[in-house]
């Protein structure tokens, strides 16, 4: 392979930014005529944070011996010396797969051309046609993709995730071509026909796909340990579905037609019928990625609610959009309020490994929300999730480097080795994520003004692992370690099985006095009632028995609740775990138990002694905590102003008003009265 690297533009001095909004330090006004008008300096601050440098770094050529040119993005970049930031990135191949693939091209041109938009920048739509080369040629005459290109130019053919078909990235090939149509149709049109001409046997797969009789599953449904789900979505899953979504929204925007409106609907129909539980119940009204896992839910990948927030707004339909509306209210207000983001649930909430590519698709999909429905607080809840990337995340650390333009991959658990557990590699996907987030909030001024938030304090779930006891109470239960059962991730890698005879004991703390919802996460069995299961004493009160058995196919890993709700005092507790049922040779299986505090919250501040609370309920009713906040962080004065406003499952506003606390001279903390709406959440703010 021969390499020609073409310039790239100067970076983006950008980590004076970051100093300014991390220390409030304004910046200074517009002094050129004609300049971008900013809605404030946090506006400022979040375009100005926009930097592709990275991203034309990782731009390379591989030219065929017939002279083809091929313009191509790096899939991996990692530091010359691992872990160090500051030494020069190289290039690295995903092995067996290639060194560059269409999953992340397309996503380059996506970026590229929504920097296009907000910029008007030549060089961003330069790039693009250099990534619609590469999506050309990895595109077949029935218009599915191979995704992986090898070193020598050779396409990838038969790797697992390189194969042509309805998948990820033909529909990832079809968004960017879609956007493509749509701003080339201003400035290129005879390109932008071009695209068309190229997306075109795609539309044709798709509709095929959906409507053939040979392939079709549209209007079918299946069903999995009882719960009937649509059977006719890409890669049976709504994830995948949801960029075709996009794409198909995108070019009916270009290109109105009735056939892409009704691909459309039938995808996004099939996208709500993913929708589960209750704002208490697993999975909290997300929308389950995967049609044959039903308990587990990852942040990757989640463009449900972007989807559904946008089809509904093109399309019409507010059902969509309530769809999406739900998942926000309920399930994405359940991680900001706790922890901020979960990487998955397994179904137990796990923390690790967070990753670029699920804080962006979070995001986006809140600000798309605010684009649907115009109400300010999707704004605000995406300004708080994108900060994720600007250090409000549980690394405490930032996962974007706006000096250079790289997003870092992810956050792992920290250790020795791993130091706070930031990787500093930085590939296509990551650092297109995080310049994509930033473009998108760059355009809502509301959301910039939450970007420098950082975590303060959270009251959150308690996770008590069943492997964490240290010897039996009875019997020999079983450790499992576990990192993917087929259908589920178990919390912390492993699981207990426990047998007529095994029992043990979990011990954990609570912080304070209060209500919580307990979980178990266990094993349903396809057992006939009564035959295998477990009771639970919490401190040696009368036990709660839970029947693991009633599956009606197969074993899989559910999150169900304990009891409605239980009394916790402040302290240490135990948890008396036994093997309950008449199967003399069946072994019943315990991942997790998670304590959920009725109201739970976090409080976040930022240099210029802004402070956020986010707070969510889990009860049934309109209730309150009284809590008490921290105020070292507040501006000095004999009195503060709680700016608190009140949100129901819809995200209306149900009320808003200040409350005065009485400061009393060299105090730390103030009692606030939280109130919050049943399974809402409350946003207070102050100085």
Not at 310 to 335: K, L
Not at 447 to 474: H, I, Q, T
Not at 490 to 515: C, M, Q, W
Not at 581 to 610: C, N, S, W
């Given at each position: 392979?021969?390499?020609?690297?073409?310039g790239?533009?100067?970076?983006?001095?950008?980590?004076?930014?970051?100093l300014?909004m991390?220390?409030?330090?304004?910046?200074?006004?517009?002094?050129?005529s004609?300049?971008?008008?900013?809605?404030?300096?946090?506006?400022?601050?979040?375009?100005?944070?926009?930097?592709?440098?990275?991203?034309?770094?990782l731009?390379?050529?591989?030219?065929?011996?017939?002279?083809?040119?091929?313009?191509?993005?790096?899939?991996?970049?990692?530091?010359?010396?691992p872990?160090?930031?500051?030494?020069?990135?190289?290039?690295?191949?995903?092995?067996?797969?290639?060194?560059?693939?269409?999953?992340?091209?397309?996503r380059?041109?996506?970026?590229?051309l929504a920097?296009?938009?907000r910029?008007?920048?030549?060089?961003?739509?330069?790039?693009?046609?250099?990534c619609?080369?590469?999506?050309?040629?990895?595109?077949?005459?029935?218009?599915?993709?191979?995704?992986?290109i090898?070193e020598?130019?050779?396409?990838?053919?038969?790797?697992a995730?390189?194969?042509?078909?309805?998948?990820?990235?033909?529909?990832?090939?079809?968004?960017?071509?879609?956007?493509?149509?749509r701003v080339?149709?201003?400035?290129?049109?005879?390109?932008?026909?071009?695209?068309?001409e190229?997306?075109?046997?795609?539309?044709?797969?798709?509709?095929?796909?959906?409507?053939?009789?040979?392939l079709s599953?549209?209007?079918?449904?299946?069903?999995?340990?009882?719960?009937?789900?649509?059977?006719?979505?890409?890669?049976?899953?709504?994830d995948?579905?949801?960029v075709l979504?996009?794409?198909l929204?995108e070019?009916?925007?270009?290109?109105?037609?009735?056939?892409?409106?009704?691909?459309?609907?039938?995808?996004?129909?099939g996208?709500?019928?993913?929708?589960?539980?209750?704002?208490?119940?697993?999975p909290?009204?997300?929308?389950?990625?995967?049609?044959?896992?039903?308990c587990?839910?990852?942040?990757?990948?989640?463009?449900?609610?972007?989807?559904?927030?946008m089809?509904?707004?093109?399309f019409?339909?507010?059902?969509?959009?309530?769809?999406?509306e739900?998942?926000a209210?309920s399930?994405?207000?359940?991680?900001?309020?706790?922890i901020?983001?979960f990487?998955h649930?397994g179904?137990?909430?796990l923390?690790?490994?967070?990753?670029?590519?699920?804080?962006?698709?979070?995001?986006?999909g809140?600000?798309e929300?605010?684009?649907?429905?115009?109400?300010?607080?999707?704004?605000?809840?995406g300004?708080?999730s994108?900060s994720?990337?600007t250090g409000?995340?549980?690394?405490?650390?930032?996962?974007?480097?706006a000096?250079t333009?790289?997003?870092?991959?992810?956050?792992?658990?920290?250790?020795?080795?791993?130091?706070?557990?930031?990787?500093?590699?930085?590939?296509a996907?990551?650092?297109?994520?995080?310049?994509?987030?930033?473009i998108?909030?760059a355009?809502?001024?509301?959301?910039?003004e939450y970007?420098?938030?950082g975590n303060?304090?959270?009251?959150?779930?308690?996770v008590?692992?069943?492997?964490?006891?240290?010897?039996?109470?009875?019997?020999?239960?079983?450790?499992?370690?576990?990192?993917w059962?087929?259908?589920?991730t178990?919390?912390?890698?492993?699981?207990?099985?426990?047998?007529?005879?095994?029992?043990?004991?979990?011990?954990?703390?609570?912080?304070?006095?209060d209500?919580?919802?307990?979980?178990?996460?266990?094993?349903?069995?396809?057992l006939?009632?009564?035959?295998v299961?477990?009771?639970?004493?919490i401190?040696?009160?009368?036990?709660i028995v839970?029947?693991m058995?009633?599956?009606?196919?197969?074993?899989?890993?559910?999150?169900e609740?304990?009891?409605?709700?239980?009394?916790?005092?402040?302290?240490?507790?135990?948890?008396?775990?036994?093997?309950?049922g008449?199967?003399?040779?069946?072994?019943?299986?315990l991942?997790?138990?998670?304590?959920?505090?009725?109201?739970?919250?976090?409080?976040?501040?930022?240099?210029?002694?802004?402070n956020v609370?986010?707070?969510r309920s889990?009860?049934d009713?309109?209730?309150?905590?009284?809590?008490?906040?921290?105020?070292?962080?507040?501006?000095?004065?004999?009195?503060?102003?709680?700016?608190?406003?009140?949100?129901?499952?819809?995200?209306?506003?149900?009320?808003a008003e200040?409350?005065?606390?009485?400061?009393?001279?060299g105090?730390?903390?103030?009692?606030?009265?939280l109130?919050?709406?049943?399974?809402?959440?409350?946003l207070?703010?102050?100085r």
């Amino acid at each position: 392979m021969i390499r020609t690297k073409r310039g790239s533009l100067p970076a983006v001095v950008a980590c004076t930014l970051i100093l300014m909004m991390i220390f409030g330090v304004s910046l200074t006004p517009a002094a050129e005529s004609g300049e971008r008008e900013y809605a404030s300096e946090a506006h400022r601050a979040v375009n100005e944070m926009v930097n592709l440098s990275h991203l034309d770094y990782l731009r390379d050529e591989i030219v065929r011996s017939d002279g083809t040119v091929i313009p191509i993005w790096w899939v991996y970049c990692e530091p010359s010396v691992p872990g160090d930031r500051s030494s020069k990135y190289k290039y690295v191949e995903a092995a067996s797969e290639g060194v560059s693939c269409v999953d992340d091209v397309a996503r380059a041109a996506l970026a590229y051309l929504a920097e296009y938009e907000r910029s008007g920048d030549k060089h961003a739509l330069d790039m693009a046609r250099d990534c619609f080369k590469f999506i050309e040629y990895m595109r077949t005459p029935e218009g599915h993709f191979y995704n992986f290109i090898l070193e020598s130019g050779a396409r990838n053919l038969k790797g697992a995730t390189s194969e042509k078909g309805v998948n990820w990235w033909t529909t990832r090939g079809m968004w960017a071509l879609a956007r493509g149509i749509r701003v080339f149709d201003k400035v290129d049109p005879e390109y932008a026909t071009h695209l068309e001409e190229l997306i075109a046997p795609s539309l044709e797969s798709i509709w095929e796909f959906l409507t053939a009789h040979e392939l079709s599953k549209y209007g079918e449904y299946k069903t999995l340990h009882g719960t009937r789900i649509p059977a006719w979505l890409v890669e049976d899953g709504s994830d995948a579905s949801g960029v075709l979504v996009l794409a198909l929204c995108e070019l009916y925007e270009a290109r109105p037609s009735p056939q892409t409106a009704e691909m459309a609907k039938m995808l996004a129909d099939g996208i709500a019928g993913f929708q589960m539980g209750a704002p208490d119940e697993f999975p909290f009204g997300a929308h389950i990625p995967w049609g044959q896992a039903l308990c587990n839910w990852h942040g990757w990948g989640s463009h449900q609610i972007k989807a559904l927030a946008m089809a509904g707004r093109v399309f019409g339909n507010e059902a969509w959009i309530e769809s999406a509306e739900f998942a926000a209210n309920s399930f994405v207000t359940h991680m900001l309020a706790s922890i901020g983001m979960f990487a998955h649930m397994g179904p137990a909430p796990l923390t690790y490994v967070q990753l670029s590519y699920g804080a962006q698709t979070i995001t986006t999909g809140l600000l798309e929300l605010y684009r649907a429905t115009g109400k300010e607080i999707y704004a605000v809840l995406g300004g708080i999730s994108g900060s994720w990337y600007t250090g409000n995340n549980v690394a405490g650390y930032p996962m974007y480097d706006a000096a250079t333009g790289r997003g870092w991959d992810g956050i792992d658990p920290p250790g020795p080795e791993r130091g706070i557990g930031v990787s500093f590699n930085s590939g296509a996907e990551s650092t297109i994520e995080a310049v994509t987030t930033m473009i998108e909030l760059a355009s809502v001024p509301k959301a910039c003004e939450y970007m420098d938030l950082g975590n303060r304090w959270k009251y959150a779930y308690r996770v008590v692992e069943a492997e964490s006891f240290e010897k039996p109470v009875s019997g020999r239960p079983r450790k499992m370690w576990a990192q993917w059962t087929g259908e589920n991730t178990p919390s912390g890698e492993f699981y207990v099985t426990a047998r007529s005879g095994d029992s043990f004991k979990l011990d954990f703390t609570i912080p304070e006095n209060d209500i919580y919802i307990p979980y178990a996460v266990f094993e349903r069995q396809p057992l006939a009632g009564g035959q295998v299961g477990m009771s639970f004493s919490i401190d040696g009160q009368e036990p709660i028995v839970v029947d693991m058995g009633g599956s009606p196919d197969t074993k899989y890993f559910v999150m169900e609740k304990l009891a409605p709700w239980i009394e916790l005092e402040a302290g240490r507790h135990s948890v008396t775990v036994k093997f309950s049922g008449a199967g003399k040779t069946q072994a019943a299986a315990l991942d997790a138990l998670v304590f959920q505090p009725m109201i739970e919250y976090r409080h976040m501040t930022a240099p210029d002694y802004r402070n956020v609370i986010i707070a969510r309920s889990f009860a049934d009713k309109a209730s309150g905590k009284a809590i008490d906040v921290d105020i070292r962080c507040s501006a000095p004065g004999p009195e503060i102003v709680f700016g608190v406003k009140r949100y129901n499952t819809a995200g209306d506003l149900v009320s808003a008003e200040d409350v005065i606390c009485s400061v009393p001279q060299g105090a730390e903390t103030v009692q606030l009265d939280l109130p919050v709406e049943a399974f809402g959440y409350t946003l207070v703010e102050w100085r």
